[in-house]
């Protein structure tokens, strides 16, 4: 049976985007880039929410070519050979291949998911993870968490939500000051 894993980059104080929705804070250096290229390797299908996906659509043609930096060129190339479910009631249709587009999340159809995969599977966007840990589909949780607060935004982890976790690691500390933290969801 595949997991469902939840990674995020985020502030000390638990948010992945500002007051704003700024994330440029969040930008990894070469070092976290190449970490978090060796946690998605072996993925074999992201979920995503509409807002997630317009952000990570541009990874369609982004390290492409040869002018890109080498851990730029890894994440497309590793992007572009996952399958892609994008949970929107708005979009279209999709402008990425080996994407598709499903206008409602449904819990059971991500139990069958995972029962049948192969790989294992993430989900990325702060909300879409938020009703996945409600639901009780998140198996685990890469915590990437910079050295920066931000004071407000979107947090990273929902509010009325109580799960217990269980440290499987602290397998970084990265020389930018991220730390990486990897949960088991009880």
């Not at 190449?34 to 509409?50: C, K, M, Q, S």
């Not at 730029?72 to 999709?94: C, H, M, N, P």
């Amino acid at each position: 049976m595949a997991k469902l894993i939840y990674s995020f980059i985020g502030s000390l104080d638990g948010y992945v985007e500002d007051e704003h929705g700024n994330f440029d804070w969040a930008m990894p250096d070469a070092e976290v880039f190449a970490f978090v290229n060796d946690l998605e390797r072996p993925i074999g299908t992201h979920l995503y929410g509409r807002r997630m996906y317009e952000t990570m659509r541009v990874w369609e043609t982004m390290g492409a070519d040869g002018d890109q930096e080498p851990v730029v060129r890894d994440f497309g190339e590793i992007w572009r050979a996952a399958e892609k479910i994008v949970y929107s009631r708005t979009l279209q249709g999709a402008s990425t291949a080996r994407t598709r587009i499903e206008r409602e999340f449904d819990p059971d159809a991500i139990r069958e998911l995972k029962a049948s995969a192969e790989r294992d599977i993430t989900i990325g966007g702060a909300g879409l993870a938020a009703e996945a840990i409600a639901a009780g589909l998140v198996d685990e949780c890469h915590l990437l968490l910079g050295p920066v607060l931000v004071g407000g935004g979107k947090r990273a982890l929902p509010d009325g939500v109580r799960v217990q976790l269980r440290l499987l690691d602290e397998q970084r500390r990265f020389e930018s000051g991220v730390v990486h933290l990897h949960y088991a969801i009880l």
